[in-house]
T-cell receptor, first 116, second 113 residues
Framework: DAGITQSPRHKVTETGTPVTLRCHQT?????MYWYRQDPGHGLRLIHY???????DKGEVSDGYSVSRSKTEDFLLTLESATSSQTSVYFC???????????????FGSGTRLTVV | RKEVEQDPGPFNVPEGATVAFNCTYS??????FFWYRQDCRKEPKLLMS???SGNEDGRFTAQLNRASQYISLLIRDSKLSDSATYLC??????????????FGKGTKLSVKP
């Protein structure tokens, strides 16, 4: 399996506190993604990165920021956590991206975040 | 209209049965399609890509119908271990997220002894 790890695996935090989730890869893949998964909504893209310091918003980016200072690390920050951000967060990586390419994503094991 | 739509199920089938899942995608310009499998409380894992000519991997067959904009997954001789949620995936083809993958909400399969 591809080398992709997420930390922490579980976290409980209080409303209003900042939270940072980390995704680390050892595959040297160019593209990295943060998704959240909620019942009834499936996987939704939060932010993605197409290189060091190159990031862009996804479908549900409000309340989240990201940073990628090294190829191997992609950080997701909740500036001020809210209960609506209670979710399972998945990081994914891919080597390719774009029209017609066979570029299935590889996912990390996920972070279960609870905001109380 | 949702980008990728699937019947959520659950599909409850006996061992050995053949089961088929369909999903539809909204944008005719999508070029890349996949099926993922997700076990309970685990991450999604790539099951197979879907090619225009159709493709098979053991007991699994994926088909793409561009005219009708639907993707199918056929599982033959179902095993207990096939019980999972199956996610249909298509490429997003517009806006800043062009090239990213859009996931359906998944179809739950339960294979019974």
């Amino acid at each position: 399996d591809a080398g992709i790890t997420q930390s922490p695996r579980h976290k409980v935090t209080e409303t209003g506190t900042p939270v940072t989730l980390r995704c680390h890869q050892t595959e040297n893949h160019r593209y990295m993604y943060w998704y959240r998964q909620d019942p009834g909504h499936g996987l939704r893209l939060i932010h993605y990165s197409y290189g060091v310091k190159d990031t862009d918003k996804g479908e549900v980016s409000d309340g989240y920021s990201v940073s990628r200072s090294k190829t191997e690390d992609f950080l997701l920050t909740l500036e001020s956590a809210t209960s609506s951000q209670t979710s399972v967060y998945f990081c994914a990586i891919s080597e390719l991206r774009g029209r017609g390419a066979n570029y299935g994503y590889t996912f990390g094991s996920g972070t279960r975040l609870t905001v109380v | 209209r949702k980008e990728v739509e699937q019947d959520p199920g659950p599909f409850n089938v006996p061992e050995g049965a053949t089961v088929a899942f369909n999903c539809t995608y909204s944008n005719s310009a999508s070029q890349s399609f996949f099926w993922y499998r997700q076990d309970c409380r685990k991450e999604p894992k790539l099951l197979m890509s879907v090619y225009s000519s159709g493709n098979e991997d053991g007991r699994f067959t994926a088909q793409l119908n561009r005219a009708s904009q639907y993707i199918s997954l056929l599982i033959r001789d179902s095993k207990l271990s096939d019980s999972a949620t199956y996610l249909c995936v298509a490429e997003m083809t517009y806006g800043g997220s062009q090239g990213n993958l859009i996931f359906g909400k998944g179809t739950k399969l339960s294979v019974k002894p």
